[in-house]
Structures are given as structure tokens and as C-alpha cells.
């Protein structure tokens, strides 16, 4: 059974950073696409970031370019999302998801599998 747990969400004033981490489980991690997804309160899911399995390189929604870095770590079965310069506007639930394809994509089509979710809420 695959198994997708974020965590380091939180609050956090507008300017600060955060980590959030997600842990996949009941499959190779090493073979997996990772991606970050978002939804705010009244609002889509919207892609973030992804990064795949074979080394290429990220890609990052344009509304966080610059601010956020994905990265992962094969051994420890973990993908980092890392969020500086926050601002209200980046405040949502987000959803770590998993996918088969191998390539960093942004659709929520490829991806075979999703956490519950971490919120993060920038304060102002």
C-alpha cells in the first residue's frame, strides 16, 4: 500500500521560511516523480514543484519561482519543499503527490498517489 505523509507546516509571518517534507512509503522512491500541490480555501489545487526520478531538472510553478526549492533525499524515501520570502498569499494546504513517469511534471493527471495534506498559514 502507497503511503504519502507531509509535515512541517505551520504558521509563520509573512517574510519567514518553512520547510515541509513529505515520506513515501510502499514504493521505490528512487523510481517515483514527486510533486508539491497547493489549494487555498475557495480556490483550485494548483501545482507548486516537482522533481523526478531521473536527475533533470525541477520545475517550478512561476508564482513561487525563486522562493521555493524542491529537493529530495532516495535515501531516506523524502522530498523537501523549502518556502522563503512567504507571503500571505501562499497560505494553503499542501499536498505532496507521487507519479510513475519518471519526468518533473506539472499536472495533477500524472500522479498516481496524494498525502492528506500539511497547512501552512503566512500571517501578515
Known amino acids: 500500500q502507497v503511503q504519502l505523509v507531509e509535515s512541517g507546516g505551520g504558521l509563520v509571518q509573512a517574510g519567514g521560511s518553512l520547510r515541509v517534507s513529505c515520506v513515501l512509503s510502499g514504493r521505490t522512491f528512487s523510481l517515483s516523480t514527486m510533486g508539491w500541490f497547493r489549494q487555498a480555501p475557495g480556490k483550485e489545487r494548483e501545482f507548486v514543484a516537482s522533481?523526478?526520478?531521473?536527475?533533470?531538472?525541477?520545475v517550478i510553478a512561476n508564482s513561487v519561482k525563486g522562493r521555493f526549492t524542491i529537493s529530495r533525499d532516495n535515501a531516506k524515501n523524502t522530498v523537501y519543499l523549502q518556502m522563503n520570502s512567504l507571503t500571505p498569499e501562499d497560505t494553503a494546504v499542501y499536498y505532496c503527490a507521487a507519479g510513475t513517469n519518471g519526468f518533473a511534471n506539472a499536472q495533477t493527471t500524472k500522479y498516481n498517489w496524494w498525502g492528506p495534506g500539511t497547512q501552512v498559514t503566512v500571517s501578515s
Open positions: 522533481i523526478g526520478s531521473y536527475g533533470g531538472a525541477p
